[in-house]
């Protein structure tokens, strides 16, 4: 059974569903044999993957902010457990509007935790953050001891929900039996972002900015091509979250934050990773260079050995079969956008899902046995 049956018939929320994590999210967690109910504050028109994955009509959404006490404490007192993903994640919209930055990703947590905290049914909870929690500094992959507070809106937001995370772990949570773990990724490639510097007005993410630029037939602009990310594949990273909910009740895993890293530790390149989208993609265009702008890391690096030794999870993907998917998605969808189905993509990701499970089976991830 997949994640050992953990999910099979429980009733799971995920905040910020519609967004690129969450809708990948939701649909490992239907495959699971969980029930999906979501939140987020997005409609759900708007969300281009989570509409054209159909998880509109599997799972019960419902359209709502995260800081709304009222709103989260009736869901969650009707779950078993809860994914929050649900947060400004970019880093320059965080830089334009902190207020909403700290109102979401602070106060958002604060308000999930003390819902959890009431609910009488709901006993796990998984919170997830980001690898930009950790203070610049070094060279060498950061590990989850290293300091946190990073400058910057996002970052701090970030750190002091998992801060608010510990408190109300060691305070409330653990005196109740209930079982809370915190996950840190760094940069996920997967289909269905559409975040590129053009939509979010600077600062987007560089594969969308990539495959944006291909599907329009222009060569994509890096900015900072010796700038080098730690990358890894929306279904490495959702998968690991699963499998941290799964363990939750084992010694050394409640409690504890955990990174979700790459193969390719040290990160890639920006300029490498364009290359590879570029051939990939295969219509003869290269990337040219664009004017440099400023980066909160020069580098980014993940150590995902904590993972690996207490939740048994490893990465499936490298970066070049991370890429090969994604290029794929964006394809498929490139070619079925104008379809009339709301869930045009639905098959598609599907099968996205399952080649990634398969791929799991055979490098003896025991997350993905279904027995």
């Given at each position: 059974m997949l994640f050992g049956g953990f999910f099979e018939n429980k009733?799971?929320?995920?905040?910020?569903?519609?967004?690129?994590?969450g809708t990948w999210l939701g649909l490992e967690l239907l495959r699971a044999g969980a029930e999906?109910?979501?939140?987020?504050?997005?409609?759900?028109?708007?969300?281009e993957h989570f509409l054209s994955s159909g998880l509109v009509s599997a799972t019960?959404?419902?359209?709502?902010d995260v800081t709304d006490i009222a709103l989260v404490q009736r869901l969650v007192d009707d779950v078993d457990a809860v994914f929050h993903l649900a947060a400004v994640s970019l880093v320059g919209q965080a830089l334009r509007?902190?207020?909403?930055?700290?109102?979401?990703?602070l106060m958002g947590t604060v308000t999930l935790l003390e819902a959890f905290r009431r609910s009488r049914r709901a006993r796990y909870a998984v919170i997830v953050t980001t690898d930009k929690v950790y203070r610049p500094g070094g060279r060498r992959p950061w590990v989850e001891t290293d300091p946190l507070f990073a400058p910057g809106p996002y970052p701090v937001s970030k750190a002091c929900a998992e801060h608010v995370v510990s408190d109300y772990h060691h305070t409330y949570?653990?005196?109740?039996?209930?079982?809370?773990?915190?996950?840190?990724?760094?940069?996920?490639?997967?289909?269905?972002?559409?975040?590129?510097?053009?939509?979010?007005?600077?600062?987007?993410?560089?594969?969308?900015?990539?495959?944006?630029?291909?599907?329009e037939g222009r060569s994509p602009l890096v900015f900072n091509p010796g700038g080098r990310r730690a990358y890894l594949h929306g279904l490495d990273v959702v998968t690991g979250y699963m499998m941290l909910m799964s363990r939750l009740d084992l010694p050394g895993v409640q409690g504890e934050a955990f990174n979700f890293g790459p193969v390719e530790v040290d990160g890639t390149a920006n300029g490498d990773l364009a290359s590879r989208i570029c051939a990939l993609w295969g219509d003869g265009l290269g990337w040219e260079q664009g004017e440099g702008r400023e980066e909160p890391f020069s580098s980014q690096a993940l150590c995902w050995e904590k993972a690996r030794k207490r939740l048994g999870w490893?990465?499936?993907y490298s970066v070049g079969d991370a890429l090969a998917e994604t290029a794929a998605w964006y394809r498929t969808w490139q070619a079925l956008r104008r379809s009339s189905?709301?869930?045009?993509?639905?098959?598609?990701?599907?099968e996205q899902v399952r080649r990634h499970r398969e791929r799991a089976a055979l490098a003896g991830a025991s997350w993905a046995v279904d027995a």
């Open positions: 009733i799971v929320l995920v905040t910020g569903i519609a967004g690129v994590k999906v109910w979501g939140i987020d504050i997005q409609d759900p028109s708007g969300a019960r959404f419902v359209q709502g509007d902190p207020l909403e930055a700290y109102r979401t990703n949570l653990e005196p109740l039996g209930k079982r809370l773990g915190v996950g840190r990724a760094g940069n996920v490639i997967a289909g269905g972002d559409f975040h590129s510097s053009r939509a979010t007005g600077g600062g987007g993410r560089l594969f969308v900015d990539c495959f944006e630029a291909l599907m490893h990465p499936v189905s709301p869930g045009f993509m639905r098959d598609f990701d599907l």
